[in-house]
């Protein structure tokens, strides 16, 4: 199947995460709005340490592609995970990995697409990890935009 064979799902909204909430750019329910200048950021740490996204997609849904935008500042790698693990929650029970992903490199601005599973589910948390330290000497993760695509 073509990506233009496939949809955006919209109505996804966030609904916990392990992100900074003192800034209204860095709020989470900010992947879901289409623009490439807000997004979501974890706090700023002193070590690595792997984040999370719970997200609820607005109803039972199969999706079968993920986006992430990287932020589009190309002097430092800012904070795009290097790792990426996407976990759908059946309704039925139970939880299952549908897409792990290592060494991801994205340029600034450009998207990470990861092919998902196939899996019926509403819930779904994205944990990433692996991100570079900073020139600060800190650990940041951001991620500018998020997608779900379904057939």
């Not at 860095?26 to 974890?42: C, I, M, R, Y």
């Not at 993920?66 to 139970?94: C, D, M, N």
């Not at 490199?105 to 092919?115: I, R, Y």
């Not at 994205?126 to 057939?151: H, N």
Request: hydrophobic share 35%.
């Amino acid at each position: 199947m073509t990506d233009d064979q496939l949809n955006v799902i919209e109505g996804c909204y966030v609904t916990d995460s392990s992100g900074c909430h003192r800034y209204d750019f860095w709020n989470e329910q900010a992947l879901f709005d289409g623009s490439p200048h807000t997004g979501w950021g974890s706090l700023s740490r002193n070590e690595p340490h792997a984040e999370h996204l719970d997200i609820d997609l607005g109803s039972e849904r199969v999706p079968v592609k993920i986006r992430l935008q990287r932020r589009a500042v190309p002097v430092i790698r800012t904070g795009f995970p290097g790792t990426i693990r996407v976990i759908a929650y059946p309704e039925q029970g139970g939880e299952k990995t549908i897409l792990t992903a290592d060494g991801i490199s994205v340029a600034a601005g450009e998207w990470f697409e990861g092919d998902l599973e196939p899996i019926e589910t509403r819930k779904i948390r994205v944990e990433t990890d692996g991100v570079e330290i900073r020139p600060s000497g800190k650990f940041f993760t951001q991620i500018m935009q998020m997608q779900f695509l379904e057939a």
